[in-house]
């Protein structure tokens, strides 16, 4: 018997195809960011307000992952922005390769900001590098307090956390605080914002600090 | 399920570094993976066979590490072990950590049973 020893990383591919990503959004200067979150946490309500509120200040591109249907790319389009849907037929991820044959029919050309709304699946995405700048979770309040403690990956792959349905909380055993003390126990480098797709309340924030790291990275 | 993914990237991986038509004397493969990583190694070691029968590797099988989550305080610079994936140093309560290991997916080795053992 003989052992051939490799050491190498199982993802190792999508991993290069991502570095391939990387670099061709680093040339274009896109700031990139991967939007990840369980399904019907809000990431299209929030990617809605976030281009209606940049609109004019920051230009956007926008690729849709789903595992059926073009329903999200249809809501992003009325925005007038380019959207390119990634339908995964199953799949309950996206992976570096989709993402980069989604932006070859792109024209990165004078887009700032490339918004990838992946899969909606709290577990698989945490471990595909698409090529983004930061993952970027999405929690809503109606999913509970715990789940940076449930799926802690998710949570310490990200770099910033939006809390989405803060109008809700007068009705749900949720509370802010607890939800923030555990997603930073997981990861204490978090930065977190809380919002409203329905009062607006905190969108302004949340864009502000959108719209200066896209500055920074021009 | 990524772990379907995963199974066939193990797959590739294997094609990549053995011959065709050495494919069939692959015993066990090695892999190290992270208590935190994601990844279930019931389903893991499920999509390996289900993807591998009828096929060289039908009698390979996965020999899998967990590697527990543990982080490096970069205040207080203890380590500490932490089952649940918590960054926060238990000694200090400092956020300012670095993951030491828990988070791998990684393929160590392939064993290779000897042409002779096997091919009678």
């Known amino acids: ?218 | 399920m990524h772990e379907l993914s995963i199974a066939q990237n193990v797959i590739e991986t294997v094609k990549q570094h053995i011959a065709e038509e050495d494919l069939w004397r692959v015993g066990s493969i090695t892999m190290r993976i992270g208590e935190l990583g994601g990844v279930m190694t019931d389903s893991l070691e499920f999509c390996y066979g289900a993807l591998t029968a009828d096929t060289p590797l039908s009698t390979s099988s996965l020999r899998i590490e967990r590697v527990p989550f543990q982080i490096e305080c970069l205040e207080c610079h203890r380590s500490s072990l932490n089952e649940r994936g918590f960054a926060v140093c238990p000694f200090c309560g400092s956020g300012n950590t670095k993951i030491l290991s828990g988070d791998e997916l990684h393929i160590i080795a392939i064993e290779l049973n000897e042409a002779a053992e096997t091919n009678i």
């Open chain 1, 1 to 218: 018997m003989s052992v051939l020893t490799i050491e190498r990383k199982v993802l190792k591919k999508n991993d290069e195809i991502a570095r391939r990503n990387r670099e061709l959004f680093r040339q274009n200067k896109v700031f990139v960011v991967n939007l990840v979150s369980s399904p019907g946490s809000g990431k299209t309500s929030l990617l809605e307000k976030t281009l209606e509120r940049l609109r004019g200040r920051v230009r956007v591109a926008v690729v849709e992952g789903d595992v059926q249907t073009d329903l999200d790319a249809k809501r992003v389009a009325r925005f007038n922005v380019p959207v390119v849907q990634i339908v995964t037929n199953g799949g309950c991820h996206l992976e570096a390769q989709l993402v980069e044959d989604a932006v070859a029919t792109m024209d990165l050309s004078g887009i700032q900001l490339l918004v990838i709304e992946n899969v909606g699946n709290l577990v698989c995405p945490a471990n595909y590098d698409l090529g983004e700048a930061m993952k970027i979770v999405v929690a809503s309040t109606t999913e509970g307090d715990d789940k940076p403690l449930k799926y802690p990956p998710m949570f310490r792959n990200a770099s910033v956390l939006v809390i989405n349905k803060i109008d809700l909380l007068p009705y749900l055993n949720c509370t802010i605080a607890v939800l923030k003390e555990n997603a930073l126990r997981v990861n204490p480098k978090l930065t977190v914002f809380e919002t409203s797709c329905r009062t607006d309340a905190g969108i302004s924030q949340w864009c502000d600090w959108l719209e200066e790291r896209v500055g920074k990275n021009a």
